[in-house]
């Protein structure tokens, strides 16, 4: 089962440059079944209750995004996770599509 994120009424803005994801060795990692590979980029979301900081992980092309753009995630999943005593939620989505700006 696949946990998708309703990001209806949520603003997403990159708080930081996209970096490959590596594996502990140091090397990028490659998605299981295609081995495109996966890239880390941090983002601010804003919303009504407040502001978060997460870290989306994609797959493929280096996300063409900078600091400060506004995006849109493309099917934004949670993914909980638990590892030795540890636990949380990592976020995956299908791309980051930056959000033109309303015309000044």
Known sequence: MKLYV????????????PEPKKEQNGTQ????????PMWST?????DETGGEV????TAGE???VKVGQSVNPGQLEALPWATNGR???AYR???LKVVASAAK
């Open 54 to 57: 997460l870290t989306i992980t």
């Open 93 to 95: 989505a299908t791309g």
């Open 87 to 89: 636990n949380g939620v």
């Open 29 to 36: 990692k490659l998605e299981r079944g295609t081995g495109r």
């Open 62 to 64: 280096k996300p063409d």
């Open 42 to 46: 941090q983002v601010f979301v804003l």
């Open 6 to 17: 309703d990001i209806t009424g949520k603003q997403f803005s990159v708080s930081k440059d």
